[in-house]
């Protein structure tokens, strides 16, 4: 049974240029900081949890009102969380690593579908730009002789099962 497109699904991917993607950096390093808190409240959250859960006795009330409220504020996080997630997909923004602050943003190269790599607190934030085919660990130089990266209008995308798909100019 073939499953019906969605909205989001019909949607076609934003891609990015290294010129787009310097032009929108304060706002992207905005959102990043967002996903990044809200992942430190998260790993701090869990550990009090955990602290709590391995004190040995009986749980006194507060002890009890404590964890219960903290389980709260956990699911809020995740709540919080998943919205900022699906606020940066929506961006074509995903975050690797977001406590270490890095990011990806798909762009289109003349051997295919590749990232720009985004370093939240790095000196000069877009640090380079990989293929999505590559090993990981390999970043290539935005500024190297050959890089073929366009600067201005994407690549057409090749349709894919028969569907078209149009790059997104997310200069707007």
Request: charged share 25%; glycine share 8%.
């Amino acid at each position: 049974m073939r499953r019906k497109p969605t909205a989001k699904s019909a949607t076609p991917p934003v891609l990015w240029t290294p010129q787009k993607a310097k032009n929108a950096l304060g706002f992207l390093s905005r959102v990043m900081d967002d996903i990044r808190s809200v992942a430190l409240d998260q790993t701090a959250t869990q550990l009090r949890l955990q602290r709590i859960g391995g004190q040995s006795g009986r749980p006194d009330r507060n002890l009890i009102l404590g964890k219960k409220s903290l389980e709260e504020d956990l699911e809020q996080s995740r709540i919080l969380g998943t919205q900022l997630m699906e606020e940066a997909s929506d961006l074509g923004l995903h975050p690797v690593d977001p406590i270490q602050g890095i990011a990806a943003l798909p762009c289109m190269t003349t051997e295919g579908l590749g990232f720009l790599v985004i370093d939240r607190f790095a000196e000069e934030p877009l640090v380079g730009w990989r293929l999505a085919k590559d090993p990981p660990g390999v970043l290539r130089d935005l500024n190297a002789p050959g890089t073929d990266l366009p600067d201005t209008k994407q690549i057409e995308l090749k349709p894919q099962n028969g569907e078209s798909t149009e790059p997104v100019d997310n200069a707007a």
